[in-house]
Every structure is written in structure tokens, then in C-alpha cells.
């Protein structure tokens, strides 16, 4: 049996927990061993156990045990990964998630309920594919990126590490968008988005 650590224990954290609590219930060998949490005035989340600070988690590092960052923020999650870099990152993936059996999912992403990954498309380490998100054929996501719920990737997007995608948004086919760049709720991207800038609109466009 696989034990899974979460760390995090917040709104995103719960939905993760239900996630692999769906994973169990579907037949995946799996039992969630307690959370990791620096907040000292909770004991437990969601019925399970915050065992240690986050500081800790390699104290419960073994060769059953896996980790999964549960925090939304992207660069919250890469600076956890950067200083516990030798642990096992556990893959979650919700049942209702249609998922192309030639793409490419990294060690530590969330696949949320009824999102689409499509064939040949790769997703980074430590992405978060929140709920009803489409990622269509020949996408490329690279880590720690959030692709929030609604958002749909038409055919071979491109994007670059820590960039956030907004809610309901929409990237159309073979357009690029750099690292470390925000793309509104509700936005349209219709021409190539560079790095680092906050984009919104229809047209999107960076904000000046």
C-alpha cells in the first residue's frame, strides 16, 4: 500500500485529500498518512491527523511514502519542492478526468475532476489541472503552472514555468505563453504572451 502525505492543510488541500479519498474509493491501493501544516492551531483537517510542521517532512520520508504539495500558489509550491527535492512526489488524479493514454503527466500534478488531457500533450511536475480545465492535443505545460478551472488549451499551446491561467480562459491553437505570466479570468489569447507580465482581455493583452 502506498501512504500519501499531504502538505498543506487549506481550501486547495481539501479538494486534493477528496481527490485521492475518489482514487481509494475507484480501487487504487492507497491510504492517506496525515498532513504536514506550519499553522499550530489545528491538530487535524478534514478527519486526518497534521503530524509535523512542513519543515519536518523528511522525518516521514520512507519507501511506501509519498508527498503531495496542496498549496495553490505556484511559486509556494516550487520554493516546498526546492528544499525537499529527494522526496517521492505523489501524482493525484481524479476518477471523472479524461486522460489521453499517449500524454505525459509528471510526478507531483493534480488532475482535478473532469478535466481533459489529450493525446500528446505533457504536463510538468507539480502542475495543478483544476477542475473541468481542457488541455487539448500536443500541449506543453512546464512545472508548477496552475491551469484554473474552465480554462481551455486548444491544440499545441505552449507553457512556461509558474504561469498562472485563469478561470474560464482561452488560449487558441500553437500560441505561446512564457513563465511566470498571469492570464486573466475570462481572457482570450489569440497571439503569442511573453514572460512575466499580467495579460487580460479579449484580445488578451499585457497591462501596462
Given at each position: 500500500?502506498?501512504?500519501?502525505?499531504?502538505?498543506?492543510?487549506?481550501?486547495?488541500?481539501?479538494?486534493?485529500?477528496?481527490i485521492?479519498?475518489?482514487?481509494?474509493?475507484?480501487g487504487h491501493?492507497?491510504?492517506?498518512?496525515?498532513?504536514?501544516?506550519?499553522?499550530?492551531?489545528?491538530?487535524?483537517?478534514?478527519?486526518?491527523k497534521?503530524?509535523?510542521?512542513?519543515?519536518?517532512?523528511?522525518?516521514?520520508?520512507s519507501?511506501?511514502?509519498?508527498?503531495?504539495?496542496?498549496?495553490?500558489?505556484?511559486?509556494?509550491?516550487?520554493?516546498?519542492?526546492?528544499?525537499?527535492?529527494n522526496?517521492?512526489?505523489?501524482?493525484?488524479?481524479?476518477?471523472?478526468?479524461?486522460?489521453?493514454?499517449?500524454?505525459?503527466?509528471?510526478?507531483?500534478?493534480?488532475?482535478?475532476?473532469?478535466?481533459?488531457?489529450n493525446?500528446?500533450?505533457?504536463?510538468?511536475?507539480?502542475?495543478?489541472?483544476n477542475t473541468?480545465?481542457?488541455?487539448?492535443?500536443?500541449?506543453?505545460?512546464?512545472?508548477?503552472?496552475?491551469?484554473?478551472?474552465?480554462?481551455?488549451?486548444?491544440?499545441?499551446?505552449?507553457?512556461?514555468?509558474?504561469?498562472?491561467?485563469?478561470?474560464?480562459?482561452t488560449?487558441?491553437?500553437?500560441k505561446?505563453?512564457?513563465?511566470?505570466?498571469?492570464?486573466?479570468?475570462?481572457?482570450?489569447?489569440?497571439?503569442?504572451?511573453?514572460?512575466?507580465?499580467v495579460?487580460?482581455?479579449c484580445?488578451?493583452?499585457?497591462?501596462?
Amino acid at each position: 500500500m502506498k501512504e500519501v502525505i499531504v502538505i498543506g492543510a487549506g481550501g486547495h488541500s481539501s479538494v486534493i485529500i477528496e481527490i485521492i479519498e475518489a482514487m481509494i474509493d475507484y480501487g487504487h491501493d492507497l491510504k492517506i498518512k496525515g498532513l504536514l501544516d506550519d499553522n499550530e492551531k489545528i491538530s487535524e483537517f478534514m478527519g486526518y491527523k497534521i503530524i509535523d510542521k512542513i519543515e519536518n517532512s523528511m522525518l516521514y520520508n520512507s519507501e511506501d511514502t509519498e508527498y503531495v504539495i496542496a498549496i495553490g500558489n505556484n511559486q509556494t509550491r516550487k520554493k516546498i519542492y526546492s528544499e525537499f527535492k529527494n522526496l517521492k512526489y505523489f501524482t493525484a488524479i481524479h476518477p471523472s478526468a479524461v486522460i489521453s493514454k499517449s500524454s505525459v503527466i509528471k510526478e507531483g500534478t493534480v488532475v482535478m475532476a473532469r478535466a481533459v488531457i489529450n493525446a500528446n500533450s505533457e504536463v510538468g511536475s507539480h502542475v495543478i489541472i483544476n477542475t473541468g480545465a481542457i488541455i487539448e492535443h500536443d500541449n506543453k505545460i512546464g512545472d508548477f503552472c496552475h491551469i484554473s478551472p474552465g480554462a481551455t488549451l486548444c491544440g499545441g499551446v505552449t507553457i512556461g514555468e509558474e504561469t498562472h491561467i485563469g478561470a474560464n480562459s482561452t488560449i487558441i491553437q500553437y500560441k505561446s505563453v512564457g513563465s511566470k505570466t498571469i492570464i486573466g479570468a475570462g481572457a482570450t489569447v489569440i497571439s503569442d504572451i511573453k514572460s512575466n507580465v499580467v495579460a487580460i482581455g479579449c484580445p488578451a493583452k499585457p497591462k501596462q
